[in-house]
């Protein structure tokens, strides 16, 4: 059973910081593409960030420079780190794994962010 279990949510200044963690069981993320989503109240479901099996990383160009996704292979976790965070990034995120037919197919049950003074 493939489990992800985000968490590092939580209330932040703009500009702060926080990073996310996602804490996969039942698949390996070191052999998987792994991507995080996020979905604010009244808007789509945006995709922000990604990292391959061979570990090459992208971001969305909304939060190009501020955010980096990287992967701990020992911890079997996946972590989003956003910095200058501004009020526009309060979502709920969501850590995800991209199949190979390119289906995000397993989510996490999402953490909150909230960007505000």
């Known amino acids: 059973q493939v489990q992800l279990v985000e968490s590092g949510g939580g209330l932040v200044q703009p500009g702060g910081s926080l990073r996310l963690s996602c804490a996969a069981s039942?698949?390996?993320?070191?052999?998987?593409?792994m991507g995080w989503y996020r979905q604010a109240p009244g808007k789509e479901r945006e995709l922000v960030a990604t990292?391959?099996?061979?570990?090459?990383?992208n971001c969305a160009d909304s939060v190009k420079g501020r955010f980096t996704i990287s992967r701990d292979n020992a911890k079997n976790t996946v972590y989003l780190q956003m910095n200058s965070l501004k009020p526009e990034d309060t979502a709920v995120y969501y850590c995800?794994?991209?199949?190979?037919?390119?289906?995000?197919?397993?989510w996490g049950q999402g953490t909150q962010v909230t960007v505000s003074s």
């Open positions: 995800n794994r991209r199949s190979d037919s390119g289906i995000y197919d397993y």
């Open positions: 039942g698949i390996i993320v070191s052999i998987n593409a």
């Open positions: 990292i391959t099996k061979f570990g090459t990383t």
